[in-house]
Every structure is written in C-alpha cells, then in structure tokens.
C-alpha cells in the first residue's frame, strides 16, 4: 500500500467535538498502523513526517486556541479528552501536544499581547506549527527560580543570554517560551522570572541546538541542549497581572492539573492490553486471568482507570485559562503526582504480566515503563512535590491550631468525604515539624486521599458503581499500608564511608 493511500481530506475545526474526537481517532489510528509498516522498528526517533502531517490534518491543537482566533474555544475538557485519545496510541504523542498546549498555547493565550496572538495561532491552525518552553538550565533544574539566563532591554528588544537544556521539541518547534532574569546595570540578576516568545524561523530569534541527547525513552520527542543568545521583539514579552513568578505558577499549576489527560489514554490502553493478554495468556493449562494474583494486578490497573478519570472531571471544571491557578498547589500538585505514580505503577505492573513478551522497547508494555518514568521527573519531581502538598497542608492546620489528621481532614474541601475512609487510621497527631521523608510519605498519602475524595464525586456523577467502589477499596489499603510506614518512628541513616568492613566475601566460613 502506498503512503499515499492512507492520507485522507483534512476536517473542519467547527465540527461538534465528537465528530472531531472520532475522526482524530481515527486519524491516529491509521497513522500508528502506517507507522507500523513502514518504519523497521517502531523504535525510531522522531515521527516520520507524513505521520505529523497526517495527524496535524485534524488540527488537533485547535482545542487550545481560542474561538476568536479561529480555534475550538480553550475548553478543557475539550483538551484533556485529545490528550486521552492521543495517549491510548502513543503517550509521547500526547506529551507533545501537552506541551504544546499547556506550556506555550495557554500561556500565550492568558498573557501574549494581542498585537502577537493573532499571526501566531494562525501559524498553528494554517501552517501547523508546534511550540515548546524552556525553563530548565544545567545547574538549575528544580531550583529553577536561581536560573541564570538573563535578559536586557535594548531599543525595541530584548537580549536574552544563557544555556537551557531538555526542553520538549529541542530543534523541531517553531516557538518556544524562553524564561529568564532581569539583569540590571550592575549586573545582578533580579529576582522575578519573565518569559519570552521566540520565533525559530527569524534568525535574530533563533535558538541554537548544541547537543541532542539520547532519551531514555519518548523517542518521538527531541531533547538536548541549547545555547540562547536572540533578540526578540518588546511585543514578545509576556503581561503578568502581578508578578512573573506567580504567572510561572499558574502557568505550572495549570499544566500539572493537566496531567491526567495524557494519564487516561495510556492508562486504558495499559488495561485493555492487561486484559486482552492475561485473556489469552495460558499457563498451566489456564488462562492468565484465572490466577488471583494477576486479578489483584488487574484491579489495581482498573482503580488508575477510574482514579484518573475523576482526575479529568476535576481538571476539566477547574482549570481554565480564565482561573488563576498561581494559589492552586495543593491540588495542581496531588494530581500531577498520584497521577504519574499510577502511570508508571501500571506500565511496570502490565511488564510483569506479560513476561518476556514485553520485554522489549518495541512491546507497549517495555515503551510504557521508560516513555511513563519521566513523567515523575519533569515539572516537578514528585519526590519534592509530595514534601509540598504536606507544607500546604500543614500550614493550613497550623493556622487553625489543628495538630489530628482526621480531625482536620474530615472538615477540610479536598478531602472531607474521603476522610470518613480513615476514622481510625488518621487519627493522630502530626508533628507540625516533620523530617523531609517523613513529610514526603505524608505528601504520598495526602495525594491519594484528594484522589479518592475526586473519586467519590466521580460516582456522584454517575460513573459505574462497582469501578468506583474497587477504586476507592484499592486506594484505602494503599493509604493504609502508607501510614504504618509513616508511622514508624525509626530513621534509616546513610552510611557515607561504608566500605570498610562490608565485603561480604571476607565473612565466608571456607
Ligand atoms: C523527558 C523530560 C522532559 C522535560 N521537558 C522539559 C521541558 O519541556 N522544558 C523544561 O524547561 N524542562 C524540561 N525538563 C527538565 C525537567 O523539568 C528537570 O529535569 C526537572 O525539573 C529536574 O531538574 P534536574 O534534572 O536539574 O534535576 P535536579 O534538580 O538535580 O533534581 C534531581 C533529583 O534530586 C532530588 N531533589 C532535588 N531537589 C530536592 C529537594 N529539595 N529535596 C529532596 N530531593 C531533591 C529529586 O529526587 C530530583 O528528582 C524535562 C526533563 C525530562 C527528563
């Protein structure tokens, strides 16, 4: 069959949205099949170019723009169900229109200056171009606020200078948003964090690759390191309404709450893989799925699926570009994180099931555990976020003298009816001056019951009874288990200088 023949006539962005939905559907489908036979291995970097135009002939990035520039209107629910439907074929193709969308369009959206907007979403709708966002640096990762890239403002421009690494779709967008500090006359570099566009196809504005890094995984997706040294336009400046550190937070805490939509699509696709392989999967005479430890396996992809789906209710009802999301850690946090551990705990979970089999980069089981695992990396490394849903939440009980966990829990928003799980577990007293790992198991438990208190409403909704109830019962014990290890007063210490006296071999009576 030709490439030819797969290519079909491109659909309106007008259309109602699951008209749209399906023919993207569809699109990606065939597109991941093509991939298929004409690649020789699915284990290629990059995306074979007639694979994005085929793609990008549904205009899927038009959910993110808004209705007077053309696009689809910024409906989140819109964007988080094109984030599903691109990650049940392939996850990185999700992460690359999340970073498109929640890392450049939105961003654009709430605070480019009109003169700008205009030529730039037609740039996406027309010419389907793509766009990314560069804050990390070498040295600064998650302190990302000590960044050194600096800017000056000369004439109608400004300078920026410095080095960033790993940004999403290095050497392939035709934007990104370059942050950086101030540096004033004597040099110093100011506190506040700006962000700029810059346009690769002007050379002023051109960012230079110096290094392509081999990823572990998301092969599709370019990274590496660049060296900035453009002038952009003063238009190109984004407007915070107060300062730029707090627009960097909404502008994180919107894409962070944005994380289950890439969650859904992989996580079911993980299930039906589980399902259809343990189905058909026979060892000792029967089925996989006859063995009740791959049941509990199962249950506990099907409590993700369900978890991440009252996920998408949540982010869909709170995370408009018209809400400010700066003051929104806790729940930006909660979700980002349970929902990247979900993810990985599924693709590592569906890798036991299916054996050898799936011990493979080209096997969905073997891509899903390397393309999941930066996920609880990036935009926060989960280990640090988890310390911070406990410093809000702490903080909060601080305020109100409240020092038991139950007590607080059962009459606080995003977590009163999940409380009622946990009467007797969580009712003790927090030291409101906890040790880091001790506020980072507590930041794991925390996560979970504000996922199971979205869960709760989920049901409310009218989502299937006996998925909801699996859900919140695999939840509960996983909480439980947690505060008995959180519970245990005992630390472990690093041995720094440990290998004197800890050669096993020396010990062996020969
Ligand atoms: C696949 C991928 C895609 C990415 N995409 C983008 C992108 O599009 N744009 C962009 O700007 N950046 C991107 N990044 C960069 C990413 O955001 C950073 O890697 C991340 O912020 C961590 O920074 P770092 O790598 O410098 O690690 P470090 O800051 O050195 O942290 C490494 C680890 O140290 C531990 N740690 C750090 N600080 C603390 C602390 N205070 N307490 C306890 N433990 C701590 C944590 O375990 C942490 O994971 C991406 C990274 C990856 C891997």
Redesign the pocket.
Known sequence: MSIASYLSKDIETSVEFETFRDAFREKLHKAFAMRGDFDEISTQRGLPPFMMREIQSVTPLSVFIPEEYGGRGGHVHECQAILAAASYESLALSLTLG?NGA?FLQPLTKYGSESIKGPIFDRFLEEKNLG?????EPDY????LSMQTSYTEEDDAYHLEGT?H???LTGWADFFLVAARRQGADGALGRDIDFFVADMNRPEQMIEVEEFYE?LG?YMIP?GRNHVDIRVPTAHRLQPESTGIKMMLDILHRSRIEFPGMGMGFLKRILDEALEHCRERFVGGKPLIEYDQVRQRIAKLQAAYTACSAMCLHTSEHAHTDNNLAGEALSANAVKTVVTDLMQDAAQSLLQLTGGTGYRLDHVAGRSVVDSR?FQ?????N??LY?QISESVLKSMRSLEEKNLYAFLSDYEMTHRAADYFEDTLDFEVDLSLP?RKLVELGRILGRVISMELTIELGDRGFRSDLISNCLQVFRKEVDGRVTAYRDHEPTEVVEDYVEGSAWLDYVNA
Do not use: C, H, R
């Open positions: 970073i890392l990314g966002l560069m804050i990390t990762g998650t302190d990302a960033k790993w940004a999403g990823n998301l990274y930066p990396i990036f935009e926060g490394s280990d640090v310390q880091q």
